[in-house]
């Protein structure tokens, strides 16, 4: 357990209440805690950043057809009018399980009688973190502004020079993976390339720009029926995204990314190829499978410590068959309101629900504006129909009125025009897109000051 905490806010001897933490408000945490509110508890939730994110819908982010405030929300907003719950923004380091202690970096120690770990996934580079540097993710919202940065600024750089080997690679954009996000990013750019951004340049054609899907595995969104993967593989394809299979990524770097042997040269690469989970297993001292997610038993706690649950992509739950339950959305939710009643059932609130049975809905894969795939119901979707599936899941997914009203309203402007209204880059850059492939990169990142007038 990391040392030198202070005690902060709930220290046993200031409540007569049942302490339960929360560690993590994304899809688990809130659940849990909408659950567990109206219980004679503290509730106290902590989180790094200060909202609920709707991450499947963060790719439109990246592609600028949302704005942020449109797929998140405070989690203040969402709890914090419930008197018994306290909200508190920081990063949690350690939990000292002996004395029910959870540890939040440079703040201090909160106590807790019940403890709910969900703190989700990161992306891993496969053993290689050296390409961390070049290529960008989509896991969280800075993730997704910066890629919109890259994405519109490559365009806007290739606009003014001339070399035409520069061109090519600033509008050159590699997606490396073909899971649901991949797919999903891949068609969403070319898009904005062949429509959106296609009419505002005049020295390149944005139309022209070269968008990679690339995937090791034989064929994308492995996790669909054969049939239904072949259909997305030919619907990006028209969208005019060039899909790569059996290409392994050997390397990524300033100038591009090395697949199968071959040289891409590209101003930008776009990770979106493997999970891990948080590092909460080391924290809690539990077994770890190997995403190094916590093993978890039949009621989402962790052995031996019936009062610490862990959920959501953190865990590793073990179903009847010996398959583990994938790192989805509602997998999370599901174990949220499930890990409820278990701490209800504790406090002597209601009957134990019994071990935790996930129901699974379907699963979907939206590609670009107006198609997408899906398995719901045991049923096989596919083109305009399985989008309206999406949408609509989507949609009533989304938390809070306003944000679907926004999000709706953003999607019908986009189907009849194309038109992406988050397009706004401001602040100045850390990294100069393409910054490998320009003659002056140095001078486009701290131009020289003015000359004084003489
Ligand atoms: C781009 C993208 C698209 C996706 N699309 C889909 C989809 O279409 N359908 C689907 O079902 N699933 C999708 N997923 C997966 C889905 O989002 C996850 O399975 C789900 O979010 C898991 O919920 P969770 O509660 O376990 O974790 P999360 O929702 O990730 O929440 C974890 C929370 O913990 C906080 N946290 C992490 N570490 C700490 C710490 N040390 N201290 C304090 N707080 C911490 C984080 O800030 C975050 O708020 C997608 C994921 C991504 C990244």
């Known amino acids: 357990m990391p040392s030198e905490h202070q005690p902060i806010l709930f220290t046993r001897e200031e ?10 408000c994304g899809f688990g945490g809130l659940q849990a805690a909408m659950h567990l509110v109206r219980h004679d508890i503290e509730l106290v939730m902590i989180d790094r950043t200060n909202h609920h994110l709707f991450q499947p819908l963060l790719y439109q982010v990246s592609t600028a057809a949302l704005a942020p405030s449109d797929i998140a929300s405070p989690v203040r907003s969402l709890v914090g009018k419930h008197r018994n719950v306290s ?50 993710v989509l896991k969280t919202l800075p993730d997704a502004l910066e890629i919109r940065r890259r994405v519109l600024e490559a365009f806007d750089w290739a606009e003014s020079r001339d070399d035409k080997e520069e061109i090519t690679a600033l509008t050159t954009f590699v997606v490396v993976g073909a899971g649901p996000t991949g797919v999903e990013l891949s068609g969403s750019l070319a898009e904005l390339a062949r429509a959106t951004l296609k009419a505002e340049y005049r020295h390149i054609d944005p139309s022209k720009a070269r968008i990679m899907l690339v995937d090791a595995a034989p064929r994308i969104l492995g996790e669909f029926p054969e049939a239904l993967s072949a259909y997305a593989k030919q619907a990006l394809e028209h969208l005019g995204v060039e899909v790569r299979l059996n290409a392994k990524c050997e390397r990524i770097d300033g100038r591009g990314i090395v697949i199968g042997g071959e040289r891409i040269e590209a101003a930008n690469v776009f990770w ?57 959305a509602p997998v999370a939710k599901q174990q949220g309101a499930y890990v ?16 935790f049975k996930y129901t699974n809905l379907g699963t979907m894969a939206v590609i670009g504006r107006s198609h ?54 401001v602040g100045r850059p850390k990294r100069v897109v393409g910054g490998d492939f320009l003659t002056d990169p140095e001078e486009l990142l701290n131009p020289a000051a003015p000359q004084a007038a003489e």
């Not at 409820?340 to 071990?355: D, E, T, W």
């Not at 926004?406 to 880059?425: D, E, H, K, P, Q």
């Open 87 to 136: 909200v508190i923004f920081g990063d949690v380091d350690g939990v000292d399980v002996a004395a029910r202690k959870l540890c939040v970096r440079d703040t201090g120690t909160i106590d807790y009688d019940y403890l709910v770990v969900a703190t989700g996934s990161a992306y891993t580079w496969f053993g290689h973190d050296e390409w961390a540097e070049h290529a960008a």
């Open 340 to 355: 409820a009643k278990v701490i209800a059932s504790r406090l002597g609130r209601r009957k134990h629900p019994g071990p």
């Open 372 to 425: 997408a795939i899906a398995l719901l119901a045991g049923m096989k979707l596919k083109g305009r129909l399985a989008w309206l599936a999406w949408s609509l899941v989507h949609l009533l997914l989304l938390i809070g009125f306003r944000n679907r009203l926004i999000v709706f309203t953003n999607w019908a402007y986009a189907f009849f025009t194309y038109g992406r209204g988050s397009r706004l880059v």
């Open 272 to 328: 979106a190829a493997g999970t891990r989970a948080q590092p909460a297993a080391q924290w809690l001292g539990a077994r770890a499978a190997k995403n190094n997610a916590v093993e978890v038993t039949e009621e989402c706690s962790v052995p031996g410590h019936p009062e610490i649950f862990a959920i959501g992509d953190v865990s590793a739950f073990k179903t009847a068959d010996g398959k583990t339950l994938p790192a989805l």
């Open 15 to 24: 409540t007569t209440k049942p302490i339960v933490a929360i560690v993590g």
